[in-house]
């Protein structure tokens, strides 16, 4: 199924989403937030569009709720949704300048002052990873200016990427220099000192890394790529402690795993591995090496590798990463989104920069891809009829099944004394609290 | 520090770095680019002026997007940018800069504004350079 796609016109550096608002950086140094559901909805020409406009852009996770999983084994239903997708797909939603700026919640400076290397939203804040430094501000602001001018400068450093995970913690690539990894939560506590919420995972080369768990993939360009292994201790009822600093430590570095002993691929040429969650991919002559890993259970860490074809070359890699729908690989000069359901997409360049959001809850079909002139948003609507535990291409999705009552009161207990926060994954877009999968809690 | 100096104007000389010369390890990058390419592109960069306090960055260009091969070390083959560093004395020296490896060698963004503006880069590239892909 091909994706559908909304293109912003304009001159961008970067982009975010988060909490209904799309955050849109410009090479003129401003930054531009513009109200994303109030755009979206313009785009419904007929009641009929607007079952699938939303899914694909507003509701990413709708369609993979529990209630709805026995529709999609009815192939009638199935059909009609996707003939719903279909409406979508064939038209081009193209908005200028002008008409974007129609949906502007605010229109200010670039906050941090330079065209930042990388950016994430985590816990209503805004963080950018400059030339010298990782600095933060409040985003999501109902008042004022959408993103705060007052920055908090973290800490020094000259780096290549960050990646946030779900509990408020940066991977954070600094080339040579190794893998850093930093705890936004304790770095926001006044009393915690900078050595407590900043630490150096690798001394290994790191290019970009991502969140397999609590575990880090650590991607290397020019030396060899490595899973930083990190598990959470529990503590027992008798240790438990309230102290954020003692919670946040329980979260410890135990190893580094080689790809060669995750994949146990012998080559003579160096290619790219990555991974994000459970799915662990390396690059291999004719296609691609794929690993399940385990967080969770130290005897069944990795799986016996597959091998999946893919046929077609476009250059290097230069930067991977995994979404539900699929993985998705830049190349020299295209940008290659490899399926779920096996077919393949391909944007081809010069792209600027791309991001996904699998962390979020809204937006985890979305694939944004700024060009020269534009901002495309493609909205990815395969991976809904998927088997989530067989696939091989993506993340599989954990269906979150609806709460026992049991299950609701720990993990508002939970939220409300640790200040666990989660990136976009909390609220929905109505502003309800949604189904906490508290399988993926640390505590 | 050994090699071969030239003066490229009254307040500035510019040393063919013995050690850049030799052979590549991983942290040293060598040229592959003439003696006569390796200082213009230092002329290029004082001329253009792509310095910051006592680094400067060149480059040079073929064509859109297509830069020459300047130098490679063990880990990367095909270094495209160059990296200047001077000192109190007005002596400069330079070496192929690898910004997949190092991000320190990557230019500012000050330089990297200049670059784009004056359209020897574009958007792509900038991003490409800060992120250590090229």
């Given at each position: 199924?091909?994706?559908?796609?909304?293109?912003?016109?304009?001159?961008?550096?970067?982009?975010?989403?988060?909490?209904?608002?799309?955050?849109?950086?410009?090479?003129?140094?401003?930054?531009?937030v513009?109200?994303?559901?109030?755009?979206?909805k313009?785009?419904?020409?007929?009641?009929?569009?607007?079952?699938?406009?939303?899914?694909?852009?507003?509701?990413?996770?709708?369609?993979?709720?529990?209630?709805?999983?026995?529709?999609?084994?009815?192939?009638e239903?199935?059909?009609?949704?996707?003939?719903?997708?279909?409406?979508?797909?064939?038209?081009?939603f193209?908005?200028?300048?002008?008409?974007?700026?129609?949906?502007?919640?605010?229109?200010?400076?670039?906050?941090?002052?330079?065209?930042?290397?990388?950016?994430?939203?985590?816990?209503n804040?805004?963080?950018?990873?400059?030339?010298?430094?990782?600095?933060?501000?409040?985003?999501?602001?109902?008042?004022?200016?959408?993103?705060?001018?007052?920055?908090?400068n973290?800490?020094?450093?000259?780096?290549?990427?960050?990646?946030?995970?779900?509990?408020?913690r940066?991977?954070?690539?600094?080339?040579?220099?190794?893998?850093?990894?930093?705890?936004?939560?304790?770095?926001?506590?006044?009393?915690?000192r900078?050595?407590?919420?900043v630490?150096?995972?690798?001394?290994s080369?790191?290019?970009?890394?991502?969140?397999?768990?609590?575990?880090?993939?650590?991607?290397?360009?020019?030396?060899?790529?490595?899973?930083?292994?990190?598990?959470?201790?529990?503590?027992?009822?008798?240790?438990?402690s309230?102290?954020?600093?003692?919670?946040?430590?329980?979260i410890?570095?135990?190893?580094?795993?080689?790809?060669?002993?995750?994949?146990?691929?012998?080559s003579?040429?160096?290619?790219?591995?990555?991974?994000?969650?459970?799915k662990?991919?390396?690059?291999?002559?004719?296609?691609?090496?794929?690993?399940?890993?385990n967080?969770?259970?130290?005897?069944e860490?990795?799986?016996?590798?597959?091998?999946?074809?893919?046929?077609s070359?476009?250059?290097?890699i230069l930067?991977?990463?995994?979404?539900?729908?699929?993985?998705?690989?830049?190349?020299?000069?295209?940008?290659?989104?490899?399926?779920?359901?096996f077919?393949?997409?391909?944007?081809?360049g010069?792209?600027t920069?791309?991001?996904?959001y699998?962390?979020?809850?809204?937006?985890?079909?979305?694939?944004?891809?700024?060009?020269?002139?534009?901002?495309?948003?493609?909205s990815?609507?395969?991976?809904?009829?998927?088997?989530?535990?067989?696939?091989?291409?993506?993340?599989?999705?954990?269906?979150?099944?609806?709460?026992?009552?049991?299950?609701?009161?720990?993990?508002?207990?939970?939220?409300?004394?640790?200040?666990?926060?989660?990136?976009?994954?909390?609220?929905?877009?109505?502003?309800h609290?949604?189904?906490?999968?508290?399988?993926?809690?640390?505590? | 520090?050994?090699?071969?100096?030239?003066?490229?104007?009254?307040?500035?000389k510019?040393?063919?770095?013995?050690?850049?010369?030799?052979?590549?390890?991983?942290?040293?990058?060598?040229?592959?680019?003439?003696f006569?390419?390796?200082?213009?592109?230092?002329?290029?960069?004082?001329?253009?002026?792509w310095?910051?306090?006592?680094?400067?960055?060149?480059?040079?260009?073929?064509?859109?997007?297509?830069?020459?091969?300047?130098?490679h070390?063990?880990?990367?083959?095909?270094l495209?940018?160059?990296?200047?560093?001077g000192?109190?004395?007005?002596?400069w020296?330079?070496?192929?800069?690898?910004?997949?490896?190092?991000?320190?060698?990557?230019p500012?963004?000050?330089i990297?504004?200049?670059?784009?503006?004056?359209k020897?880069?574009?958007?792509?590239?900038?991003?490409?350079?800060?992120?250590?892909?090229?």
């Amino acid at each position: 199924m091909k994706p559908s796609k909304i293109t912003l016109e304009g001159d961008y550096w970067d982009c975010q989403i988060y909490r209904g608002r799309l955050y849109l950086w410009t090479m003129e140094g401003s930054l531009k937030v513009v109200d994303w559901y109030s755009l979206v909805k313009s785009l419904e020409q007929n009641i009929s569009q607007h079952l699938p406009l939303s899914c694909a852009f507003t509701d990413g996770g709708y369609l993979y709720n529990y209630a709805l999983k026995n529709i999609f084994y009815d192939p009638e239903f199935k059909k009609l949704l996707q003939d719903k997708f279909l409406l979508i797909t064939k038209k081009d939603f193209i908005l200028d300048e002008r008409s974007i700026d129609k949906y502007l919640i605010g229109l200010q400076d670039n906050p941090f002052g330079e065209l930042q290397i990388d950016s994430e939203i985590s816990s209503n804040r805004v963080y950018a990873l400059t030339e010298d430094a990782l600095l933060s501000a409040t985003a999501h602001r109902s008042k004022g200016n959408p993103v705060s001018s007052k920055l908090k400068n973290h800490f020094s450093i000259n780096a290549f990427s960050i990646k946030a995970n779900n509990y408020s913690r940066f991977a954070i690539s600094a080339g040579a220099d190794g893998l850093f990894e930093f705890d936004a939560l304790l770095a926001n506590e006044r009393h915690v000192r900078g050595d407590q919420y900043v630490k150096q995972i690798l001394n290994s080369h790191s290019s970009f890394a991502d969140y397999s768990f609590f575990s880090i993939y650590n991607s290397s360009l020019v030396g060899d790529s490595c899973l930083a292994y990190q598990r959470y201790q529990e503590m027992s009822p008798e240790n438990w402690s309230n102290d954020i600093e003692v919670q946040r430590a329980n979260i410890k570095f135990e190893k580094s795993i080689p790809e060669d002993q995750i994949f146990k691929i012998k080559s003579d040429q160096k290619t790219v591995s990555w991974g994000t969650n459970e799915k662990l991919y390396k690059a291999v002559n004719g296609g691609i090496a794929l690993v399940r890993f385990n967080n969770f259970k130290p005897e069944e860490t990795f799986s016996e590798t597959e091998l999946i074809k893919v046929d077609s070359q476009y250059g290097n890699i230069l930067c991977a990463r995994t979404a539900y729908y699929g993985t998705i690989v830049e190349y020299d000069n295209a940008l290659v989104v490899l399926l779920s359901d096996f077919t393949r997409f391909v944007i081809e360049g010069p792209i600027t920069r791309w991001r996904i959001y699998p962390r979020s809850y809204n937006y985890e079909n979305h694939l944004h891809v700024i060009k020269e002139n534009c901002v495309e948003i493609y909205s990815f609507n395969n991976d809904y009829f998927q088997d989530q535990v067989e696939k091989v291409l993506g993340i599989s999705y954990k269906i979150r099944q609806p709460f026992t009552r049991k299950r609701k009161v720990i993990t508002q207990n939970i939220s409300n004394s640790l200040k666990f926060n989660d990136k976009d994954l909390r609220v929905d877009n109505k502003g309800h609290i949604d189904a906490l999968d508290v399988d993926d809690l640390p505590f | 520090m050994v090699g071969i100096t030239v003066t490229v104007n009254q307040e500035i000389k510019y040393l063919f770095y013995e050690k850049h010369r030799g052979k590549a390890t991983n942290s040293i990058s060598v040229w592959d680019a003439n003696f006569t390419d390796e200082l213009s592109c230092f002329k290029e960069c004082v001329n253009r002026q792509w310095i910051f306090e006592n680094n400067g960055w060149g480059h040079i260009k073929i064509s859109d997007d297509e830069y020459m091969v300047l130098g490679h070390n063990s880990f990367n083959p095909v270094l495209r940018f160059a990296k200047f560093v001077g000192d109190n004395t007005g002596l400069w020296h330079g070496y192929p800069a690898d910004f997949k490896q190092k991000p320190n060698d990557k230019p500012k963004n000050v330089i990297l504004l200049r670059w784009l503006n004056e359209k020897f880069i574009s958007k792509h590239v900038y991003r490409k350079i800060q992120q250590g892909q090229i």
